[in-house]
């Protein structure tokens, strides 16, 4: 069974402090995604990157940087949280190819007070 | 436009009945198109994938319509278990990156 894990189910931060998710997969995919899911506006892409050391933005990616040092991690991070990053964070990874499937991990339910 | 549209429900259907759900999409170049089932604050889970016209599992059936640009899931004899919300999304294969729809939410009742 492919296994993406995300580091933390849930996690409280104060605004200005920086934030660290993490997500591993053991799959040895290529690519891997973070996302963050709000109601009404469904799942919307962060960043992704499709090797180690490279990243592309996705539709959101203000406020966000990420790392991929390794080809099974990938890191989000927020530099300064702020509330309006308050959501449910995922991660995904997939091989290459236009029939790649999306494996998510459980997520991250992070609240910025 | 958004890239993947769906209609968000909520669809409330009886036990044993059939519900169908559609989806369109804007790019016209796609390729890979799938269902995602996701439960209440769990995280999104393979239902389907389509990559020619159609795909059946059991009692869930994928259909594709290129000339129109749109997908559909057909759930026949529904359960109670089919309960979620049930999210169509797009490789429009410009790239790796994904689309999603913001979800249909279906509540199957006894």
Same mark, same amino acid.
């Given at each position: 069974?492919?296994?993406?894990?995300?580091?933390?189910?849930?996690?409280?931060?104060?605004?200005?402090?920086?934030?660290?998710?993490?997500?591993?997969?053991?799959?040895?995919?290529?690519?891997?995604?973070?996302?963050?899911?709000?109601?009404?506006?469904?799942?919307?892409?962060?960043?992704?990157?499709?090797?180690?050391?490279?990243?592309?933005?996705?539709?959101?990616?203000?406020?966000?940087?990420?790392?991929?040092?390794?080809?099974?991690?990938?890191?989000?991070?927020?530099?300064?949280?702020?509330?309006?990053?308050?959501?449910?964070?995922?991660?995904?990874?997939?091989?290459?190819?236009?029939?790649?499937?999306?494996?998510?991990?459980?997520?991250?339910?992070?609240?910025?007070? | 436009?958004?890239?993947?549209?769906?209609?968000?429900?909520?669809?409330?259907?009886?036990? +044993?009945?059939?519900?169908?759900?559609?989806?369109?999409?804007? *790019?016209? /170049? =796609? $390729?890979?198109?799938?269902?995602?089932?996701? &439960?209440?604050?769990?995280?999104?889970?393979?239902?389907?994938?389509?990559?020619?016209? +159609?795909?059946?599992?059991?009692?869930?059936?994928?259909?594709? *319509?290129? /000339? =129109? $640009?749109?997908?559909?899931?057909?759930?026949? &004899?529904?359960?109670?278990?089919?309960?979620?919300?049930?999210?169509?999304?797009?490789?429009?294969?410009?790239?790796?990156?994904?689309?999603?729809?913001?979800?249909?939410?279906?509540?199957?009742?006894?």
């Amino acid at each position: 069974d492919v296994k993406v894990t995300q580091s933390s189910r849930y996690l409280v931060k104060r605004t200005g402090e920086k934030v660290f998710l993490e997500c591993v997969q053991d799959m040895d995919h290529e690519n891997m995604f973070w996302y963050r899911q709000d109601p009404g506006l469904g799942l919307r892409l962060i960043y992704f990157s499709y090797d180690v050391k490279m990243k592309e933005k996705g539709d959101i990616p203000e406020g966000y940087s990420v790392s991929r040092e390794k080809k099974e991690r990938f890191s989000l991070i927020l530099e300064s949280a702020s509330t309006n990053q308050t959501s449910m964070y995922l991660c995904a990874s997939s091989f290459g190819g236009p029939k790649n499937i999306q494996y998510f991990g459980a997520g991250t339910r992070l609240s910025v007070l | 436009r958004k890239e993947v549209e769906q209609d968000p429900g909520p669809f409330n259907v009886p036990e +044993g009945a059939t519900v169908a759900f559609n989806c369109t999409y804007s *790019n016209s /170049a =796609s $390729q890979s198109f799938f269902w995602y089932r996701q &439960d209440c604050r769990k995280e999104p889970k393979l239902l389907m994938s389509v990559y020619s016209s +159609g795909n059946e599992d059991g009692r869930f059936t994928a259909q594709l *319509n290129r /000339a =129109s $640009q749109y997908i559909s899931l057909l759930i026949r &004899d529904s359960k109670l278990s089919d309960s979620a919300t049930y999210l169509c999304v797009v490789n429009p294969n410009t790239g790796n990156q994904f689309y999603f729809g913001t979800g249909t939410s279906l509540t199957v009742i006894p």
